[in-house]
């Protein structure tokens, strides 16, 4: 049994508790440890520019102002991150954790606060010296900005042109699919780094707009989510 002694105000119990509220996001003073692959690509998310996001800080869902790159979680419906050991509450890259992980007392959020939405790393600042890849993903966001998505989506939900709407989201949608297809098929990228370079697909993310994907008779069509 632990000692009460042993319990010490303001000193970390290693309970998991923070880890288990989902993956840090990435800042610049991260960069070293994912080129070097302690933080391989593959346990990576993007929630891209633009893309609605719950901060933190302000408690509210905005678009996001940069890319945000976080580590993946445990598994669709567990958000603890993905380099939880469960079994014996411990970190597996521990040495390289991010710098969000290394700032966070629970006792005391102030320094993670302030620079929480500071230097945040992007994906353009880990695929510099790899051009092609680089400019596949401007490209993808170029095609499927969550700017535009938001405009297509205002115009489906209040019925403003919303059959030109819906085609050019479609249109959108069916890009981003074929381009992760493609990018596995063809390129042999590994699978596990799409969500790192395209970020989560708009088939999903549409719902944060209030859409959804719909059977109309033959065709496959958005229709507002009620």
Sequence with gaps: M????AIKKNQCRRCGTCCAKGGPALHLADREAVDSGKIPLKCLFTIRQGEPAY????RAIAPAATDIIKIKAAADNDATCIFLDQERVGCGIYEARPVECRVLTCWDTRAIMAMYDQARLTRADLLARLPGLNDLVAEHQERCG???VALWAERIRQGQDAEQAVETLLHAIRYDQSLRQVSVARAHLDAGLLEFLFGRPLSVTIRMFRLKLAKKGEQVTIVPVL
């Design 2 to 5: 632990l000692e009460d002694s």
């Design 55 to 58: 901060d933190n800080i302000r």
């Design 146 to 148: 969550y700017q535009q």
